[in-house]
């Protein structure tokens, strides 16, 4: 069963840009998610944190591999995650998932119950 939706992925060249989105596919309105993350997962290789954020933008927290090129927002109306990546190398090439949580935040997968199918991020050199 979705329980999010990620769309924003393709095929790219080291340097390029993307934008992921991701939209809750709860229906109860007076629902709101607390935490929401990025993960991301190569093929061969566990499942990688990327970038998380609460309630505001100044609990946004990166990897250290995406730091600095990653920028991850929210938008509570729409209950909604979007990752911003910039300066794409062939090195961030995996399936990447977004994830919620109903209370707190957390940078394992173990931390979110709720996640979507995942989009597939391609970097060629």
């Known amino acids: 069963q979705v329980q999010l939706v990620e769309s924003g992925g393709g095929l790219v060249q080291a340097g390029d840009s993307l934008r992921l989105s991701c939209v809750s596919a709860?229906?109860?309105?007076?629902?709101?998610?607390?935490?929401m993350a990025w993960f991301r997962q190569a093929p061969g290789k566990e499942r990688e944190f990327v970038a998380r954020i609460g309630w505001s933008a100044g609990t946004a927290l990166y990897s250290s591999a995406v730091k600095g090129r990653f920028t991850i927002s929210r938008d509570d109306a729409q209950k909604a995650v979007y990752l911003q990546m910039d300066s794409l190398k062939p090195e961030d090439t995996a399936l990447y998932y977004c994830a919620a949580k109903y209370a707190g935040v957390g940078i394992i997968p173990a931390d979110y119950p709720l996640w979507g199918q995942g989009t597939q991020v391609t970097v060629s050199s």
């Open positions: 709860v229906s109860d309105n007076t629902f709101r998610l607390s935490g």
